[in-house]
């Protein structure tokens, strides 16, 4: 197939997902709600197509953003063809021409409207599927050998989705990343997301693992002083641990401990080993915040 027949299969089966159904998530109800005064339900072909409303821009904008479960969709034909960015203006010229009928899912009856999508938005749709993304070979290959069939698409959705700097030593940890993780579906996607973001944020200077030990260092700290303030704060109320000086951490220590729990299944899965921190919590529980925060810091180095 050609590049100009791959430019048109691809806004065929974007049009097809449009007339099959956009889903409207609670946040986008939210916020016709909110900002129209009128039920989603009931409203949402009205405000669309009501020409003189210049609020429905950010509305139009929410809904047209291809999340991760249209991507999946699309997966397949962006992996099978090289597409470039001079691409994006054919495809957008195809779907224009095609679309006549947008579905919305979760409307009552499963409504089907005539709604003309604007170009910027449909513009603005291509652009974020990041059809010119192209992942390491050896990356898409690993995640062909080693992951769950059913995980495949969504996990190269992630991939393409991602900022993280394509260098050698990125590449072999990823690829043994998706060789060694063994973890339940919903957790690997977990696991994926975290460390896709790390990758991203560490410099290149660091080794991975130095870097996910730091992390998990980083996040036991925050964890230390969350817990210990719930401790001072069932003692005293609010105004006097301020007026004590006492800072509120802003942290969530399920959110926290979960972190540290993905940094040791990566660290023993691609590097066989992790470093544990019980002994370090021992002595951490003997200083004061106040008095003693240079102590803790050495411990946590």
């Not at 994006?88 to 409207?113: A, R």
């Not at 993304?133 to 190269?156: C, F, G, T, W």
């Not at 957790?187 to 660091?206: G, R, S, T």
């Not at 899965?269 to 810091?297: A, W």
Request: hydrophobic share 40%.
């Amino acid at each position: 197939m050609n590049q100009e027949s791959a430019c048109e299969l691809l806004a065929d089966k974007i049009r097809e997902i449009f007339q099959h159904g956009i889903k409207i998530t609670d946040d986008v109800k939210h916020y016709i709600d909110s900002t129209f005064s009128c039920s989603c339900d009931t409203g949402l072909e009205k405000i669309l197509n009501d020409e003189s409303d210049t609020e429905k821009e950010p509305l139009i904008e929410l809904l047209f953003f291809p999340d991760e479960s249209i991507q999946v969709q699309l997966e397949g034909i962006l992996e099978s063809y090289n597409f470039e960015n001079k691409d994006m203006e054919k495809i957008l010229e195809y779907l224009i021409q095609k679309i006549s009928v947008i579905g919305f899912q979760d409307t009552p009856g499963f409504n089907n409207f005539n709604f003309l999508i604007p170009r910027w938005a449909a513009a603005q749709f291509i652009s974020r599927l990041n059809i010119c993304r192209k992942i390491n070979p050896l990356i898409i290959q690993a995640v062909d050998n080693y992951v769950e069939s059913s995980l495949k698409n969504i996990v190269k959705v992630k991939l393409r989705n991602s900022r993280f700097i394509d260098i050698d030593t990125r590449v072999y940890f990823l690829c043994n990343f998706f060789k060694n993780l063994h973890a339940s579906d919903d957790e690997f996607l977990q696991i994926l997301d975290f460390i896709l973001d790390f990758l991203d944020e560490i410099k290149d200077d660091i080794t991975i693992f130095k870097a996910l030990i730091q992390r998990k260092k980083s996040l036991f700290k925050n964890l230390h002083q969350a817990v210990k303030f719930e401790d001072q704060f069932k003692n005293s109320n609010m105004e006097i641990l301020l007026l004590q000086g006492v800072r509120t951490p802003y942290i969530n220590p399920e959110h926290t401990r979960k972190k540290m729990d993905f940094i040791d299944k990566i660290c023993i899965s691609v590097f066989g080993r992790t470093e544990h921190l019980e002994q370090v919590y021992t002595s951490y529980q003997e200083y004061d915040d106040n008095s003693d925060i240079q102590k803790i810091v050495q411990v946590l180095s």
